[in-house]
């Protein structure tokens, strides 16, 4: 069975960090892409930070540019997301996801995990 799991939501004041975890078992995602998502409430889930296998290709939205940073470590199969300078607005759920082998969409989702940010 597949799993994704993240860990390290959390409250946070503005202007802190927090590093979230998602950890993969079930299978090896390293020749897979794979991102973060958030979804605040009312809104669309959309991402925000993506990797390839390699790590050699990043995608950050602008919204987190220069703040977030994705990274991964393919021997522990996990994925990391380092947010720094957090805002309220960067309050959502946050949510772990892998692409298929194909690499043709995001098939594999963590339960997600809660980032508030208080001002």
């Known amino acids: 069975q597949v799993q994704l799991v993240e860990s390290g939501g959390g409250l946070v004041q503005a202007g802190g960090s927090l590093r979230l975890s998602c950890a993969a078992s079930?299978?090896?995602?390293?020749?897979?892409?794979m991102a973060w998502f958030r979804q605040a409430p009312g809104k669309e889930r959309h991402s925000v930070a993506r990797?390839?296998?390699?790590?050699?290709?990043?995608y950050y939205a602008d919204a987190v540019k220069g703040r977030f940073t994705i990274s991964r470590d393919n021997a522990k199969n996990t994925v990391t997301l380092q947010m720094n300078s957090l805002k309220p607005e960067d309050t959502a759920v946050y949510y772990c996801?892998?692409?298929?082998?194909?690499?043709?969409?995001?098939?594999?989702w963590g339960q997600g995990t809660q980032v508030t940010v208080s001002s």
């Open positions: 996801a892998a692409q298929n082998v194909a690499g043709t969409r995001y098939d594999y």
């Open positions: 079930g299978r090896t995602f390293s020749r897979s892409a």
């Open positions: 990797i390839n296998w390699s790590g050699a290709n990043i």
